[in-house]
């Protein structure tokens, strides 16, 4: 079954440049780890929330916004699309997660055909 593992930090969170070195470190070993075992098919970072546009259509009208579609603490920071046999062995590899000790990590199944 497919998983979306949305990566959230909160804005608030700032890493020294050892803790966000060490934080990239064990990112890459998550992302070899999880590619060995099969299960992280693909994932990306994404840019700021500052770069972010919201779009909207209302009674025809396109409406567009610059930021985050949601007024949150916690902004979504990368994605990762899993292939897990199940919900378990998905939460289990979102744990293993090295954001998942500063951020939040949400699991998410895709619809199935």
Do not use: N
């Amino acid at each position: 079954m497919k998983y979306m593992l949305l990566i959230c930090v909160g804005e608030d969170v700032q890493l020294t440049p050892e803790e966000g070195a060490e934080m990239e470190r064990a990112t890459l070993a998550w992302v070899d780890e999880m590619e060995g075992r099969g299960v992280r098919l693909q994932g990306a970072p994404l840019q700021p929330v500052s770069d972010a546009t919201t779009v909207r259509v209302r009674q025809d009208e396109v409406l567009i916004s610059d930021g985050p579609f949601a007024e949150t603490k916690e902004q979504i920071g990368g994605f990762d699309i899993l292939e897990c046999t199940d919900l378990d062995q998905a939460i289990e590899v979102a744990a293993k997660h090295p954001v998942a000790r500063i951020g939040t990590l949400e699991v998410r199944p895709f619809w199935q055909d």
